[in-house]
């Protein structure tokens, strides 16, 4: 069964340097996902992707952030300048349609 | 706005015995009701989703959900808890009509006892 993947599972760094964060959608998937959750709260939307371009993003979502699919395959979030408080579990996700979207097993982030 | 309350942070149950995880919902709109589970050091697995077509949902491993419009409940049960079920429970909203972001309860976990 298709999945979506994502790497690396365990990130740490220091605060103030930039880090990629990879996602490997299911591959006829046409919309994209970010997602994060800090350690005791809850699962919070980053941003959509679709054609391209973001569709949607949170407040959360600042200048700091970015995202791309610079291939076929991969989907990924970019976070320029970290800081302590972006540690946290954060879950790509993708759906087919406006429908059902599916997670991969995330990424846990430290900063330092 | 649209929320997701789960009203239970722990539910602790004996194998065997019937599961309940209450979920209601705040929505202006129709939306699209899913259950997400997340077992340790695991992704988040659709368990079902609910779409506006029959109000009982059947998903996997034995699970479902009633929509309940008035009473604005979405609350995921299962007959007879395996010890696998332990695990975070998720339930989640999403408005239909071209809106795409979910919005997360705050999840309960499942404890399952011989």
């Known amino acids: 069964e298709p999945e979506v993947t994502q790497t690396p599972s365990h990130q740490v760094t220091q605060m103030g340097q930039e880090v990629i964060l990879r996602c490997v959608p299911i591959s006829n998937h046409l919309y994209f996902y970010w997602y994060r959750q800090i350690l005791g709260q809850k699962v919070e939307f980053l941003v959509s992707f679709y054609n391209n371009e973001i569709s949607e993003k949170s407040e959360i979502f600042d200048d700091q952030f970015s995202v791309e699919r610079p291939d076929g395959s991969n989907f990924t979030l970019k976070i320029r300048s970290t800081k302590l408080e972006d540690s946290a579990m954060y879950f790509c996700?993708?759906?087919?349609?406006?429908?059902?979207?599916?997670f991969g097993p995330g990424t846990r982030l430290t900063v330092l | 706005a649209q929320s997701v309350t789960q009203l239970d942070s722990h539910v602790s149950v004996s194998e065997g015995t019937p599961v309940l995880l209450r979920c209601n919902y705040s929505?202006?709109?129709?939306?699209?009701l899913f259950w997400y589970v997340q077992h340790p050091n695991k992704g988040l697995q659709l368990l079902l989703k609910y779409t506006s077509a029959a109000t009982l949902v059947k998903g996997i491993n034995g699970f479902e959900a009633e929509f309940k419009k008035s009473e604005t409940s979405f609350h995921l049960t299962k007959p007879s808890a395996h010890m696998s079920d332990a695990a975070e429970y998720f339930c989640?909203?999403?408005?239909?009509?071209?809106?795409?972001?979910?919005?997360f309860g705050a999840g309960t976990r499942l404890a399952v006892h011989p």
């Open positions: 929505s202006s709109y129709s939306p699209s």
């Open positions: 989640v909203v999403k408005l239909t009509g071209g809106y795409n972001k979910l919005i």
């Open positions: 996700a993708s759906s087919e349609g406006q429908d059902t979207q599916y």
